[in-house]
């Protein structure tokens, strides 16, 4: 019986070499070079579970700008750095690839903006973009919005009255409550049990797709989809954010007044009544809660991680709070709030924001795409249905765009003149067609909000500077800051 057993596994093992032998024979063209894969498991035996920018480093230090890499059975192109993710933008034909840790939660149907494509993410992000213009995003309408909010989580600091703190949640809730005046037309309580809940769901939401669990699920989906394990942890954060998403719809449907819309959901409602008779509307009740998802996801941890990780570089680097404070009550004073009128006369402090982008890298890697037609790319054939990359923390850290990339240096963004300049291999937000829709949004929330503490406040840490550390707790597919604590002094 164990002869029999061992003879089949023997056999089933000689099946997948053999096919994947034939499947690289019957490949039409070269494939990127990259290490060779095992049957069934790809490469990922070789790689950091815990950190696949650490692996995928090595692998481009190794075989050059484009390799391939196979996470389980699925083949994957990654594109480094600068010159060749930006011009992979122009070449290489793709669209937005759903990763399973997002499908185990959606379907099909219904991925809302961020994983949608052709005419139905045309629609959705048309939609999505003149809304949120229509309710001030880029304007003086939403600006206010975040000097309010700005105001509210000043006080709220205030209360710490200078004992150490661990800023995680007071930023997340503070802007959180910026989409929320937006998406659902109010604010909540920063002591709101609901409100607390749903900001403690996003950030364990972000954290879990950095771990080790959520890159083995989205390798081995079809395994993985039916076993029990940790690996589920990220679909159940995300119903549960989902499911407040869908209560507070509900609420809208009963209450709103569709002849004046307040909110995103109320805008979203009238698209839905006016394209009701429309079979092929792609405005309908799901796409509604994932829309909300997107923006709530994407625009409450990405901003706030920034925050709280560019505050830890400021009490690692004593030196940097005391040269922007310098700027700040030169160009604004203590008398009034910042505006965002003032950052084109604060060139220091727009700098050191972009350096915090840069290199904190908080999204190191886009989107996943998918090739929807065979693709030659700098003498390689990218076939149909390969997954392709952008490792956009080789941008961020590439030696030939920016001279001595791991140090922390706010002047690279600034010339000769002491003027802010921009820098061309700077892709916090993505780039081309799929960068994010939010991203007026966000830096004007990084600005108002980064201002407004160091225009109050003097950061102090608790422990002596060369005790805290910038290396990320979580590095995947997203980077987020090891917990610390915060003292803030009144100026």
């Given at each position: 019986?164990?002869?029999?057993?061992?003879?089949l596994?023997?056999?089933?093992?000689?099946?997948?070499?053999?096919?994947?032998?034939?499947?690289r024979?019957?490949?039409?063209?070269?494939?990127?070079p990259?290490?060779?894969?095992?049957?069934?498991?790809?490469?990922?035996?070789q790689?950091?579970?815990?950190?696949?920018?650490v692996?995928?480093?090595?692998?481009?230090?190794?075989?050059?700008?484009?390799?391939?890499?196979?996470?389980?059975?699925?083949?994957?192109?990654?594109?480094?750095?600068?010159?060749?993710?930006?011009?992979?933008?122009?070449?290489v034909?793709?669209?937005?690839?759903?990763?399973s840790?997002?499908?185990?939660?959606?379907t099909?149907?219904?991925?809302?903006?961020?994983?949608a494509?052709?005419?139905?993410?045309?629609?959705?992000?048309?939609?999505?973009?003149?809304?949120?213009?229509?309710?001030?995003?880029?304007?003086?309408?939403?600006?206010?919005?975040?000097?309010?909010?700005?105001?509210?989580l000043?006080e709220?600091l205030?209360?710490?009255?200078?004992?150490?703190?661990?800023?995680?949640?007071?930023?997340?809730?503070?802007?959180?409550n910026?989409?929320c005046?937006?998406?659902f037309?109010?604010?909540?309580?920063?002591?709101?049990?609901?409100?607390?809940?749903?900001?403690?769901?996003?950030?364990?939401?972000f954290?879990?797709?950095?771990?080790?669990?959520?890159?083995?699920?989205?390798?081995?989906?079809?395994?993985?989809?039916?076993?029990?394990?940790?690996?589920?942890?990220?679909?159940?954060?995300?119903?549960?954010?989902?499911?407040?998403?869908?209560?507070?719809?509900?609420?809208?449907q009963?209450?709103?007044?569709?002849?004046?819309?307040?909110?995103?959901i109320?805008?979203f409602?009238?698209?839905?009544?006016?394209?009701?008779?429309?079979?092929?509307?792609?405005?309908?009740?799901?796409?509604?809660v994932?829309?909300?998802?997107?923006?709530?996801?994407?625009?409450?941890?990405?901003?706030?991680?920034t925050?709280r990780?560019g505050?830890l570089?400021?009490?690692k680097?004593?030196m940097?709070?005391?040269?922007?404070?310098?700027?700040?009550?030169?160009?604004?004073?203590?008398?009034?709030?910042?505006?965002?009128?003032?950052?084109?006369?604060?060139?220091?402090?727009?700098?050191?924001?972009?350096?915090?982008?840069?290199?904190?890298?908080?999204l190191?890697?886009?989107l996943?795409?998918?090739?929807?037609?065979?693709?030659?790319?700098?003498?390689?054939?990218?076939?149909?249905?390969t997954?392709?990359?952008?490792?956009?923390?080789?941008?961020?850290?590439?030696?030939?765009?920016?001279?001595?990339?791991?140090?922390?240096?706010?002047?690279?963004?600034?010339?000769?003149n002491g003027?802010?300049?921009?820098?061309?291999a700077?892709?916090?937000?993505?780039?081309?067609?799929?960068?994010?829709?939010?991203?007026?949004?966000?830096?004007?929330?990084?600005?108002?909000?980064?201002?407004?503490?160091?225009?109050?406040?003097?950061?102090?840490?608790?422990?002596?500077?060369q005790?805290l550390s910038?290396?990320?707790?979580?590095?995947?597919?997203?980077?987020?800051?090891?917990?610390?604590?915060?003292?803030?002094?009144?100026?």
């Amino acid at each position: 019986m164990e002869l029999a057993l061992a003879t089949l596994l023997l056999l089933c093992i000689a099946g997948m070499l053999l096919a994947s032998a034939w499947q690289r024979r019957t490949q039409p063209g070269p494939l990127p070079p990259g290490p060779t894969p095992l049957p069934l498991l790809g490469n990922f035996l070789q790689l950091d579970r815990k950190n696949f920018l650490v692996s995928f480093q090595q692998m481009w230090e190794r075989y050059g700008p484009v390799f391939t890499v196979h996470l389980g059975p699925r083949r994957v192109v990654v594109l480094t750095p600068y010159i060749v993710c930006k011009r992979a933008g122009a070449s290489v034909c793709a669209q937005t690839a759903s990763l399973s840790t997002h499908l185990s939660f959606s379907t099909a149907r219904w991925p809302g903006v961020a994983f949608a494509n052709g005419e139905r993410w045309r629609q959705l992000r048309r939609f999505c973009l003149s809304t949120l213009r229509d309710f001030g995003m880029g304007k003086r309408g939403v600006e206010e919005r975040i000097r309010e909010e700005a105001q509210c989580l000043l006080e709220e600091l205030q209360k710490t009255k200078g004992a150490p703190f661990d800023p995680t949640f007071n930023l997340s809730r503070a802007v959180s409550n910026v989409i929320c005046s937006i998406v659902f037309g109010s604010r909540f309580e920063y002591t709101d049990e609901t409100f607390v809940t749903l900001n403690k769901l996003i950030y364990h939401r972000f954290r879990f797709a950095g771990l080790a669990p959520a890159q083995l699920y989205n390798s081995f989906p079809g395994l993985l989809e039916k076993l029990p394990g940790p690996h589920h942890a990220g679909s159940k954060y995300s119903r549960e954010i989902i499911r407040f998403i869908t209560e507070r719809i509900k609420m809208h449907q009963a209450v709103a007044d569709l002849s004046m819309p307040q909110s995103f959901i109320d805008c979203f409602l009238v698209k839905m009544e006016q394209e009701k008779q429309n079979p092929a509307t792609e405005f309908f009740l799901e796409n509604l809660v994932m829309a909300t998802f997107n923006l709530f996801f994407a625009g409450t941890e990405t901003v706030s991680t920034t925050l709280r990780y560019g505050f830890l570089i400021l009490l690692k680097f004593e030196m940097q709070p005391s040269m922007g404070q310098e700027e700040i009550d030169a160009v604004v004073g203590r008398d009034r709030t910042p505006t965002t009128e003032d950052r084109g006369r604060m060139p220091y402090t727009d700098a050191t924001l972009h350096e915090i982008q840069r290199f904190c890298d908080i999204l190191p890697m886009s989107l996943p795409h998918t090739v929807i037609r065979d693709t030659w790319f700098r003498g390689y054939l990218l076939p149909k249905g390969t997954y392709v990359y952008p490792l956009l923390s080789t941008v961020h850290f590439d030696p030939e765009q920016h001279q001595a990339p791991d140090t922390f240096a706010p002047e690279r963004f600034l010339d000769e003149n002491g003027c802010f300049r921009k820098h061309n291999a700077f892709m916090p937000f993505s780039a081309g067609k799929r960068v994010c829709l939010g991203e007026s949004l966000a830096r004007m929330e990084l600005f108002l909000f980064f201002t407004g503490v160091l225009q109050r406040f003097a950061l102090r840490s608790p422990v002596a500077p060369q005790q805290l550390s910038l290396v990320p707790g979580v590095n995947n597919f997203g980077k987020m800051p090891q917990p610390y604590q915060l003292c803030l002094h009144p100026r």
